[in-house]
């Protein structure tokens, strides 16, 4: 008879979903609420595959991993939370977990998952396990699923002394990432080093990377230990690796094939005992096709490919990473910290941010610094944000009218005379507001809008919430706040 599968969360529609769906399966699936009714369970039998919350008032999912993996070694463990942060990647996959599964998850993936593992358990022998303490790294945040799939690769490669090739644009925060991938490695202990190859001068560079012996060329005066032999026993980190010359390209290939190398000058080969992480916001292989970069090097560097998402396509992360910056620019000038208003932070969510992070990080440190009071309004934002805000409003605004001609076909056509001067109407309300000294004009207009947006996209679908922001192009959660917020009804 088969073994079933076990689930452990406090919560129970969640546990009542993954019944179902088991059911649905026929796979048989026993539930628990706390991982100590799990260990004592244990002592008696064992799962096919077990399936746990991190976060319960009476236990900790990474806890009961490590308990099982040292009686079980070969049962796979699939952890899941709602918390989704590096940390709990990391330690769920240098626990041995199988898979980190984040919620809210579809159902049918997970089912699949669960299938997967305990296919993989009939076979699978007892991974390496290397338990500990691991330090947080607050500075990589993300709820977004792009950034979760970063997690999930570090948490994968925190047992590998792989060479990792990150690409993203500038600001994503590559040399963070290569930060968590050392300080999460059998390396960790060993020295970090980290070089930008496009910021120093081609005629220094071999020098930096490989070091001179005394005399080699003028100038120099005394033997210096290049950045490899500083790296030794830990990771070299090269950013703007594009940017290198050919000629240099040549020579870090033979050090990567090899594993030696001569300082500038030097006739004695040395060893090189490190682990290398490159990074570039260009596209290499168009690079290569253009003559400006090995393609033998590629290869050596794309062994493992982490790509960092643009903060553009995580923009549900932009509220935490502002309200982070904030906290940490006021602690490093040794003032109080300032809080950003809902509609500074509403408007700041809509920009595009072609910086990434780091643009949204000086914003931040800006506002920090210029803003006159402790709550930081639209008005505090700099001008050219105040523009660029105003100019999003109006597209915003434009293209909600689309949308709502297109939701209401027939019923606008019939009044579309009536309606050709719409945005004339709402100058002319705006003005009479203003005239009339009325406070927060913008959000009374701005909410009135999303009303008759809204009410005009439930009377088409008639009232179906789903099908409304699938035709508004919204998310399912965001019409739920945004009825509960205008207190409309469906």
């Known amino acids: 008879m088969m073994k079933p599968v076990w ?55 990474i806890d009961l991993l490590q308990h099982v993996k040292a009686s079980h070694p070969n049962l796979p463990v699939i952890i899941m939370t709602a918390y989704s942060d590096l940390d709990s990647a990391v330690s769920s996959f240098q626990g041995g977990a199988f898979e980190y599964l984040t919620k809210p998850f579809d159902v049918d993936k997970a089912v699949e998952l669960i299938q997967r593992a305990a296919s993989e358990n009939k076979a699978s022998g007892s991974p390496k396990e290397t338990l500990g303490l691991l330090q947080a790294s607050p500075e990589i945040i993300g709820q977004a699923p792009a950034m979760q799939e970063v997690f999930r690769a570090i948490g994968r490669l925190s047992q590998s002394l792989v060479t990792v090739l990150i690409t993203g644009e500038s600001g994503t925060g590559k040399e963070l990432v290569a930060q968590a991938l050392h300080r999460h490695s059998p390396r960790a202990k060993g020295p970090f080093i980290a070089l930008n190859t496009a910021a120093i001068p081609k005629d220094l560079l071999e020098s930096e990377l490989f070091g001179h012996e005394r005399g080699s060329f003028t100038g120099a005066q005394t033997l210096r230990r290049g950045r490899f ?63 400006l970069f090995r393609e033998d090097l590629l290869h050596r560097l794309n062994v493992i490919r982490l790509r960092l998402p643009a903060l553009r396509e995580r923009a549900e992360d932009i509220p935490t990473l502002a309200r982070h910056f904030m906290l940490s620019s006021a602690k490093s000038l040794g003032v109080e910290a300032k809080r950003l208003s809902d509609e500074a932070l509403k408007v700041i969510s809509k920009m595009p941010f072609p910086g990434n992070v780091r643009q949204l990080e000086n914003l931040c440190h800006w506002m920090t610094v210029m803003s006159p009071s402790t709550e930081v309004g639209i008005h505090d934002l700099p001008e050219d944000l105040n523009r660029m805000a105003g100019s999003l409003e109006t597209a915003h605004l434009e293209d909600s009218a689309v949308h709502s001609s297109e939701l209401n076909g027939a019923l606008i056509s019939s009044t579309r005379n009536a309606n050709l001067d719409w945005e004339g109407t709402l100058n002319r309300e705006a003005v009479k507001l203003l005239q009339d000294n009325r406070e927060h004009v913008f959000d009374e207009l701005l909410e009135r809008f999303e009303k008759s947006v809204l009410r005009a996209a439930l009377q088409v679908t008639r009232g179906r919430k789903v099908e409304a922001a699938t035709r508004l192009g919204i998310g399912r959660n965001t019409i739920t706040r945004k009825l509960q917020e205008l207190q409309i009804e469906d």
């Not at 026993?233 to 870090?252: A, H, K, N, V, Y």
């Not at 290499?284 to 003559?291: K, N, Q, T, Y």
């Open 7 to 61: 689930i452990v969360d406090d919560d129970q529609s969640i546990r009542w979903v993954l019944e179902k769906a088991l059911t649905r399966e026929k796979i048989a699936h026993r539930s628990f609420t706390n991982p100590n009714d799990v260990l004592n369970a244990l002592e008696k039998e064992s799962p096919q595959v077990l399936i746990s919350d991190i976060r319960m008032p009476r236990g900790n999912g």
């Open 229 to 291: 032999e500083q790296a030794d026993g830990g990771t070299l980190f090269l950013d703007e690796i594009g940017d290198m010359p050919f000629d240099l390209q040549t020579r870090l290939l033979r050090v990567l094939s090899d594993g030696h190398f001569y300082r500038v000058g030097g006739h004695e080969p040395i060893r090189s005992n490190v682990r290398v992480i490159a990074a570039t916001h260009q596209n290499l292989e168009a690079r290569v096709a253009s003559g």
